[in-house]
């Protein structure tokens, strides 16, 4: 599973990168994380159309990293739809419609997964772990295919401004060959080439980009302090000199 992620690049750059036509203001104030936990507020890209021309347009915004239904009772199921999976999308109600209509990039630079490597002790239960940035080899974004979904708070006014709440899930797909090693599964990181199909919302079928080529990425071990969400900074991608993995996986 995707848990952990990090978004720094800045937004101009982005801009430039996606072809971005706005940017919402709550995205322009979201400050740079190398930890982006589940329930944080995250930036996203979209396509929709204006109610009034119709003309569509590729935006920046920001939504809660957990999915909420729009019709759940309370927003605090999100925590648990931090991912997606592509093998079940249409299997889920809350993701197949919103599989169909409301597909968006979730903006990061890499994202961290841990390796399991056996007893921490001799006998003892607690497995020890190898924390990895993965990240991008040869783009500078990690566009992770997303879906977001709209929720109303039944108990707010109309005239309340957090009424609406958006919020995104990452979809996830099985490990490429060169990733089983760390981890059974991982984001799914859109190649270039598929960024515009994937925003499309006249696209109400996009399962074929399931199947896309992902893009290539790049490992190396880092330091345990990504493990608490206490801890930000671009230290956490830096490599861990001492490694606790004997044999680091380097792609």
């Given at each position: 599973?995707?848990?952990?992620?990090?978004?720094?690049?800045?937004?101009?750059?982005?801009?430039?990168?996606?072809?971005?036509?706005?940017?919402?203001?709550?995205?322009?104030?979201?400050?740079?994380?190398?930890?982006?936990?589940?329930?944080?507020?995250?930036?996203i890209v979209?396509?929709?159309a204006?109610?009034?021309?119709?003309?569509?347009?590729?935006?920046?915004?920001?939504?809660?990293?957990?999915?909420?239904?729009?019709?759940?009772?309370?927003?605090?199921?999100?925590?648990?739809?931090?991912?997606?999976?592509?093998?079940?999308?249409?299997?889920?109600?809350?993701?197949?419609?919103?599989?169909?209509?409301?597909?968006?990039?979730?903006?990061?630079?890499?994202?961290?997964?841990?390796?399991?490597?056996?007893?921490?002790?001799?006998?003892?239960?607690?497995?020890?772990?190898?924390?990895?940035?993965?990240?991008?080899?040869?783009?500078?974004?990690?566009?992770?295919?997303?879906?977001?979904?709209?929720?109303?708070?039944?108990?707010?006014?109309?005239?309340?401004?957090?009424?609406?709440?958006?919020?995104?899930?990452?979809?996830?797909?099985?490990?490429?060959?060169s990733?089983?090693?760390?981890?059974?599964?991982?984001?799914?990181?859109?190649?270039?080439?598929a960024?515009?199909?994937?925003?499309?919302?006249?696209?109400?079928?996009?399962?074929?980009?399931?199947?896309?080529?992902?893009?290539?990425?790049?490992?190396?071990?880092?330091?345990?302090?990504?493990?608490?969400?206490?801890?930000?900074?671009?230290?956490?991608?830096?490599?861990?000199?001492?490694?606790?993995?004997?044999?680091?996986?380097?792609?």
């Amino acid at each position: 599973m995707c848990g952990r992620f990090a978004s720094f690049t800045k937004d101009q750059d982005l801009t430039d990168e996606l072809a971005i036509a706005e940017i919402a203001e709550d995205a322009r104030l979201l400050p740079p994380s190398w930890n982006v936990a589940p329930t944080d507020p995250v930036r996203i890209v979209v396509e929709r159309a204006s109610r009034d021309s119709g003309a569509v347009t590729r935006s920046m915004r920001v939504a809660r990293w957990g999915l909420v239904p729009s019709w759940a009772k309370d927003p605090g199921v999100g925590a648990r739809m931090i991912n997606a999976r592509s093998e079940t999308l249409l299997d889920k109600p809350a993701f197949a419609k919103p599989f169909a209509a409301r597909r968006c990039l979730v903006l990061a630079d890499g994202y961290y997964e841990w390796r399991k490597l056996g007893p921490a002790a001799p006998g003892s239960k607690k497995i020890a772990k190898q924390p990895y940035w993965i990240h991008p080899a040869e783009q500078d974004v990690a566009a992770l295919a997303g879906l977001y979904e709209f929720w109303r708070n039944p108990a707010a006014s109309e005239t309340d401004p957090d009424r609406w709440l958006v919020s995104t899930t990452v979809v996830t797909r099985p490990a490429a060959e060169s990733m089983t090693a760390i981890h059974d599964r991982m984001p799914l990181v859109l190649p270039r080439s598929a960024w515009d199909a994937w925003l499309d919302p006249a696209v109400t079928d996009a399962s074929e980009l399931l199947e896309v080529e992902p893009t290539r990425l790049t490992t190396r071990p880092v330091r345990d302090a990504v493990g608490s969400v206490q801890n930000d900074g671009p230290e956490l991608i830096e490599e861990d000199p001492e490694p606790r993995d004997p044999k680091p996986v380097r792609v």
